[in-house]
């Protein structure tokens, strides 16, 4: 069996098309490479930050809860915890931005 055989065997709709010349036709602008190191930085891994997490709260509570758990698993220091409460009880519970709903990143990407 030749290739042309083969070809027509498993592309049947392929091979009418070219036989008939009711092929469409395309203009190919580039071709993609191997990202570049911009690109690649935008694919790394996102990993939220205190403030993130802060962002995502409802309550002054809630905020609180997680300063004190990002305390306890060494992610912050205890002047870092203090500066963030105060900053919250001062300047409120989006001083560190306006909230995140649920599939922000999704929705946004990871630029805010």
């Known amino acids: 069996m030749s290739d042309k055989d ?14 008939d ?6 203009k190919i602008d580039g071709v993609r490479g191997k990202p570049n190191q911009e ?10 930050d205190i403030a993130d997490y802060i962002r995502r709260c ?5 905020a609180f809860e997680i300063v004190d758990y990002m305390l306890k698993r060494g992610k912050i220091n205890q002047t870092e915890a203090k500066e963030i409460k105060n ?4 300047k409120g519970l989006r001083v560190f931005g306006e909230k995140k709903e ?3 990143y999704l929705h946004h990407g990871t630029e805010s």
């Open 39 to 48: 690109e690649r930085k935008r694919e790394q891994t996102f990993l939220p």
């Open 6 to 19: 083969d070809f027509a065997k498993n592309y049947p709709a392929l091979d009418r098309e070219m036989k």
């Open 21 to 26: 010349g009711n092929m469409k036709k395309m």
């Open 87 to 90: 900053a919250i009880n001062q």
């Open 102 to 104: 649920e599939g922000h």
């Open 58 to 62: 409802d309550t002054t509570e809630e």
